[in-house]
């Protein structure tokens, strides 16, 4: 079994954050040791032995950090077991079906030999910050479309191979 998962994010309004600590909550529940945190404060991943990222999808591009921390710890994820996710859809979408990664993190996952991606519905409420995110909301097009049933069923699936994987 591996000893510890990384789940780092990047988010701007907090919402994939929750789904991060959704996904680790779960991990927790399997008896795997854990930690989220913002993708922008990993410093190191010698202390974990498999990893998820996730980023908030902002006009087809995964979050800045997100992109910045697989950029920048390109090397270690390649020698770990690794998984990613996607928040944004701002609708139902993404729980009626497989949404494809955006080319940026397609590409990501080739180069890094990511085991799995998923892309969840997003969350975009009042108070949302930026300006075109204010927008969107203020035209009635926000919500929270996160499916929480998906999120932790995905984690579990997770947890299953992380508890099947030797330790690295």
């Known amino acids: 079994m591996l000893s510890k998962v990384l789940v780092a994010y990047g988010t701007t309004s907090g919402s994939t954050a929750q789904i991060a600590e959704a996904i680790a909550d779960v991990l927790r529940e399997e008896g795997v040791t854990v930690e989220a945190m913002p993708a922008r404060s990993v410093t190191d991943l010698e202390p974990y032995d498999a990893v998820v990222v996730g980023g908030g999808l902002y006009a087809g591009r995964w979050h800045k950090d997100a992109r910045r921390f697989v950029r920048r710890h390109a090397r270690e994820l390649s020698r770990r077991p690794l998984w990613f996710f996607s928040s944004g859809p701002l609708d139902a ?76």
């Not at 990501?108 to 519905?121: K, P, Q, S, W, Y």
């Not at 975009?124 to 998906?150: H, N, P, Y």
């Not at 932790?152 to 997770?158: D, G, L, T």
């Open 93 to 168: 979408s993404a729980s009626e079906r497989d949404i494809p990664p955006v080319p940026g993190v397609r590409r990501a996952m080739i180069r890094l030999d990511v085991r799995e991606h998923v892309t969840f519905g997003g969350c975009l409420e009042e108070g949302a910050k930026g300006f075109v995110a204010r927008k969107i909301v203020s035209s009635g097009k926000g919500g929270d479309f996160r499916d929480f049933d998906q999120i932790k069923a995905w984690a579990a699936r997770i947890a299953g191979e992380v508890k099947e994987s030797p330790r690295t």
